[in-house]
């Protein structure tokens, strides 16, 4: 089955840096990535996904590559705030008979200091 | 924003005890699903369903059982709790069809057994 790695586990950075998450997927014919955003407390929010037949997904602050040959994506933030310190999970995904079944990484703890 | 709700967020019950954790949504979705989240760490699918009358055991065995009698209900029940259930329980649904759908998460419910 599908095993996703998610890396780094936890990442800190000032405000108006950058932040990068990467994560590796084991099957190739996973075609649906979604990147979540989850706050203490409650449930994941999609921030921003990308299918399998597009390289790169742009959305203000948030953009996210796909490297289909490698098997693997990363999630990139500019400009960070504050707010975006949250626990970031990203997930691949395998249609099978049209159902789609999320498999998710193991999550990226960020913090983003004033 | 995704209209899926769940009840009670945050519960704390007695070894022995039987519970069922509240879920609806309002958007129509043929799909649902229950994640089993311990703080901090990844998500892990232990039921879901493609409609009514259809359940699926996730990729984590789970003592739990669902009902899906209606398109916009989808509750979960531990008939015996114990200690070893305490966890996050996240519901989910999506639309039945292309790969790629959006898969929207309810808040949570917190479940801890005593």
């Known amino acids: 089955g599908e095993n996703v790695e998610q890396h780094p586990s936890t990442l800190s950075v000032q405000e108006g840096d950058s932040a990068v998450i990467k994560c590796t997927y084991s099957d190739s014919a996973s075609n649906y990535f979604p990147w979540y955003k989850q706050e203490l407390g409650k449930g994941p929010q999609l921030i921003i996904d990308?299918?399998?037949?597009?390289g790169e997904k742009k959305d203000q602050r948030i953009a996210v590559t796909l490297n289909k040959t490698a098997k693997h994506f990363s999630l990139h933030i500019t400009e960070t705030q504050p707010e975006d310190s949250a626990v970031y999970f990203c997930a691949a995904s395998v249609t099978n008979t049209g159902f789609q079944k999320l498999v998710f990484g193991t999550g990226t703890r960020l913090l983003v200091s004033p | 924003e995704a209209d899926i709700y769940q009840t009670p967020r945050y519960l704390v019950i007695g070894t022995g005890k039987k519970i069922t954790l509240e879920c609806s949504q309002t958007?129509?979705?043929?799909?649902m699903y229950w994640y089993q989240q311990d703080p901090g760490m990844e998500l892990h699918l232990i039921h879901y369903?493609?409609?009514?009358?259809?359940?699926e055991k996730g990729d984590l065995s789970s003592e739990s059982t669902v009902s899906r009698i209606r398109t916009e209900h989808f509750p979960l029940t531990l008939e015996s709790a114990r200690p070893s259930h305490t966890s996050q329980y996240l519901c989910a649904s999506s639309e039945y069809g292309s790969s790629g759908n959006t898969i929207y998460f309810g808040e949570g419910s917190w479940l801890t057994v005593v």
């Open positions: 958007m129509g979705h043929d799909k």
């Open positions: 990308i299918r399998s037949n597009v």
């Open positions: 369903s493609y409609g009514v009358n259809s359940t």
